[in-house]
């Protein structure tokens, strides 16, 4: 499940890190947008649920120094070790350059540069190194954990994958249905042995259907009108589908864009309907090679009028215990 969940607290997430593990989720993975950073939320839980697993997915590469990013990590992967994997990858422009006031250049070589630094600070090593993008000189962790995190790398397209396969610890796939998998699984090429495929689900719980499109069409609108994401779907083939969307959008037609994505690609990109085929569903990613479907649970009128009960309950609904309990 992705954390924090919306409408409770995050000083409150004792309880909800306690839901998900009672009903069967097994990891727990937080994303850093502009919310929550993606620390804070994991470390709360490594203290609070010591039975669930944690990740990022993701954390930019370019919004922390190289040291400050390992310090991070190095101290969650103390605070649970055996239990922490690093995601990594290199966000967008928006969120990098306009709301943090860092340059977005070469985010392919960043994104290279910080893995190969992480994968050497995080081993204990003293790195001293000019890398194409960045230079550290004589930097040694204080606190190195006895337990390396696996470091996992957000990737779209072939050179991104090809990276990931070859260099880290596992892959985080975003924004692509169930059918899309297999087309990027086969460009990781031969891959480290314990490697790691994880996939963030867009989730949306309700059988209210044109609520949940409406939704899906404003999310899909977001985001796959940045370059990086547009490019990802014209390669999984979405280029005819999606072209009347960028287009209204070019022009500036923000409701238009919006109107002209078609049900068939918010249904495949944004699952709803009951807990039971949302669960289904999302059994496809695995079916497909995803080894750690990650639910993005998204607010349905039901939550929305029941508040933090109504959300408890639905974790029960859509986690595996509860299919357990009904057989």
């Keep these: 499940m992705t954390v924090p969940l919306g409408g409770i607290a995050l000083a409150q997430h004792d309880a909800a890190y306690a839901a998900l593990d009672r009903a069967g989720f097994t990891d727990v993975w937080s994303s850093e947008v502009a919310g929550t ?5 994991l470390a ?3 203290a609070w649920q010591p039975g669930l697993r944690l990740g990022t997915a993701i954390t930019p590469v370019f919004t922390r120094g190289p040291g400050l990013l390992a310090m991070s990590a190095a101290a969650l992967a103390e605070a649970a070790p055996g239990r922490f994997s690093l995601g990594i990858g290199a966000s967008s422009p928006v969120l990098v350059r306009d709301w943090n006031a860092v340059p ?3 985010p392919f070589r960043r994104t290279r540069d910080v893995l190969r630094f ?3 600070a995080l081993a204990g090593e003293t790195v001293d190194e000019a890398y194409d993008t960045f230079t550290v000189r004589r930097f040694t962790l204080e606190r190195p954990p006895a337990v390396p995190p696996p470091i996992l790398l957000a990737a779209l397209r072939p050179g991104m994958l090809r990276l990931a396969g070859a260099e880290a610890d596992g892959v985080i796939l975003n924004w692509l249905s169930a059918d899309d998998v297999p087309r990027a699984l086969a460009e990781l090429g031969e891959r480290r042995t314990g490697f790691e495929v994880a996939a963030r689900i867009f989730v949306c719980p309700t059988e209210d259907a044109a609520y949940a499109r409406a939704l899906g069409r404003r999310l899909i609108t977001s985001y796959l009108t940045v370059p990086a994401y547009a490019d990802f779907h014209r390669w999984l083939g979405r ?3 999606l072209a ?6 070019a022009a500036g037609d923000r409701r238009g864009a919006s109107a002209a994505v078609p049900d068939e690609v918010v249904d495949a990109l944004v699952l709803h309907g009951s807990p039971e085929r949302c669960r289904a569903e999302v059994r496809r990613y695995a079916d497909n090679g995803v080894d750690v479907p990650i639910v993005a649970l998204l607010p349905t009128p039901e ?3 029941g508040g933090a009960t109504a959300l408890l309950s639905l974790i029960a609904q859509l986690g595996t215990n509860s299919v357990e309990a009904s057989a």
């Design 37 to 41: 950073d993606a620390f804070t939320p």
């Design 244 to 249: 009347p969307m960028w287009a209204a959008w």
């Design 44 to 46: 709360l839980a490594a």
């Design 104 to 106: 977005f250049d070469e």
């Design 239 to 241: 280029d005819e589908a």
């Design 118 to 120: 992480l994968r050497a």
């Design 303 to 305: 939550v929305t009028a």
